[in-house]
Nanobody, 121 residues
Framework: QVQLVESGGGLVQPGGSLRLSCVASGSIFRIFAMGWYRQTPGKQRELVAQITPPGSTVYADSVKGRFTISRDNAKNMVSLQMNSLKPEDTAEYYC???????????????WGQGTQVIVSS
């Protein structure tokens, strides 16, 4: 069984920075993509940023130039550096890995438990 554990959320003032990290453990053969999503009450979960093992990245328009996603393939870890945070970045942040547990298994998505980010003065 694969588990994703997130860390790094918290309360920060507008303009501040936070770094989120997510480590996957368990039976992992290959990771196809790692990413961060966020969700606020009453809204759908939305993609914030995604990275594939070769290093290709995708960002939501609202975070381009402020957030940076990175990965450590050896540790099955993905991080999100969030700078110049705004109140509208307040949300529950979830990491997601798309991975295969063995060569015979189809890729499956796994989610972390979520970590709260609050941007407020």
């Amino acid at each position: 069984q694969v588990q994703l554990v997130e860390s790094g959320g918290g309360l920060v003032q507008p303009g501040g920075s936070l770094r989120l990290s997510c480590v996957a453990s368990g039976s992992i053969f290959r990771i196809f993509a790692m990413g961060w999503y966020r969700q606020t009450p009453g809204k759908q979960r939305e993609l914030v940023a995604q990275i594939t093992p070769p290093g290709s990245t995708v960002y939501a328009d609202s975070v381009k130039g402020r957030f940076t996603i990175s990965r450590d393939n050896a540790k099955n870890m993905v991080s999100l550096q969030m700078n110049s945070l705004k109140p509208e970045d307040t949300a529950e942040y979830y990491c997601r890995h798309l991975l295969a547990e063995s060569p015979s298994r189809v890729p499956t998505e796994y989610w972390g438990q979520g970590t709260q980010v609050i941007v407020s003065s």
